[in-house]
């Protein structure tokens, strides 16, 4: 299977600016309440990561002091890629896996306004990521290459955050990942190499999969 990744990108907008559209009529004309009289008599929450670009997935939060909240998220995401590369001659075969795990403080900023948050933690990224070089006259394989990615890192973002009378709250929330950059192990095979050029462009692709400016949109349960 062969990822666009524009058209996913537009589609994923799409949908969020839908969902926008709707959460900003509901929360106008149905829900009358703040976040901030919400927040105050819950304790709990529970979300879905119901879109993003590192995959879906499940939070939980708990309430520390008044808008002061502990957040645990987690999401996955894996696929396929092929391109062929130099002249057509080969064809880079690639798979990835990530799980994506956060441990943040949430701060809900409802005295200077109503549906902002701000967050910030800790992360941990269990992603594996491989591409093999295949010859395609023969089908032959010429290398492997594997990139290493650190597993540890911080984040911060901010977030909009809708509230409803029934319990029920969305968010949309734009987070950024800090952490070292990725390796790559290069495992050459019989006479094939792999020179700097070779290695630039294989470097900038694994660039352009490994988002660290996150976007999600969530739908949960506060109690």
């Known amino acids: 299977m ?5 058209n996913i990108i537009v589609q994923i907008m799409i949908k969020i600016l839908v969902c926008m559209c709707v959460l900003i009529f509901y929360s106008n004309n149905v829900f009358s ?5 919400i927040l105050n008599k819950t ?3 529970i979300q879905a990561i119901i879109l993003s670009n590192l995959g879906s997935g499940l939070g939980l939060s708990y309430k520390l002091k008044n808008n002061l909240w502990f ?11 092929s391109r062929n590369t130099n002249g057509n001659s080969n064809r880079e075969d690639s798979d990835f896996d990530t799980r994506t795990v956060y441990a943040n403080l949430r701060y ?9 948050s701000f967050q910030t933690g800790l992360i941990y990224r269990d992603w594996e990521a491989k591409s093999l070089i295949i010859d395609n006259s ?4 010429k290398g492997v290459y594997t990139v290493m990615y650190p597993e540890n890192g911080y984040n911060f973002g901010l977030g909009l955050n809708w509230f409803y009378t029934n319990g ?15 390796s790559v192990d290069y495992e050459l095979e019989g006479n094939y190499e792999c020179n700097l ?19 999600f949109f969530n739908f949960g349960f506060s109690f």
């Not at 062969?2 to 524009?6: F, I, L, N, S």
């Not at 050029?197 to 976007?215: G, H, I, M, R, W």
């Open 2 to 6: 062969k990822v666009d990744q524009k």
């Open 33 to 37: 309440k703040t976040n901030k009289n």
């Open 43 to 45: 304790n709990f929450q």
């Open 71 to 81: 957040n645990l998220e987690q999401q996955t995401i894996k696929g396929t890629m």
């Open 108 to 116: 809900y900023l409802t005295d200077i306004l109503d549906k902002l």
């Open 138 to 141: 023969n089908e032959q394989r």
């Open 168 to 182: 029920l709250f969305s968010s949309l929330n734009f987070v950024k990942i800090i952490s070292d950059e990725p």
């Open 197 to 215: 050029s070779c290695q630039e462009d294989f470097e900038a692709k694994v660039d352009k999969y490994s988002p660290t400016n996150l976007f």
